[in-house]
């Protein structure tokens, strides 16, 4: 049996999803697979939960942007935080919650 996964995001990081998706190389990734910036965010919000933390600790002094998926995190009761960040990882778990890269996540979940 396939372990349950859920994403979950929140207006902060969605707004930052789509200024990612919105600089120029990524526009042109998207273009070339005859996506747009619109149709990724849609797709995604409806893979994703949207929460709305009810509060930002300030968590991760070199990158206070970081806190805001911790908050999301948080928000959603999450198990596992997924990300390439360094910053992230270097905090290893924050209430419970471990943050992995994605292939340790793999292993973790069992996919």
Not at 86 to 111: M, S
Request: zero cysteines.
């Amino acid at each position: 049996m396939q372990p349950s996964v859920q994403l979950f995001t929140s207006a902060v990081l969605l707004a930052e999803l789509a200024d990612v998706l919105n600089r120029p190389m990524a526009a042109r990734r998207l273009a070339l697979i005859g996506r747009s910036l619109q149709d990724v965010l849609a797709d995604y919000t409806i893979a994703a939960g949207v929460v709305t933390p009810f509060a930002i600790q300030a968590v991760i002094a070199a990158d206070p942007d970081d806190d805001h998926v911790i908050a999301a995190a948080v928000a959603a009761k999450a198990d596992l935080v997924v990300s390439g960040d360094r910053h992230l990882l270097a905090l290893g778990t924050h209430q419970g919650i471990r943050i992995l890269t994605p292939a340790d996540a793999l292993v973790v979940i069992g996919l």
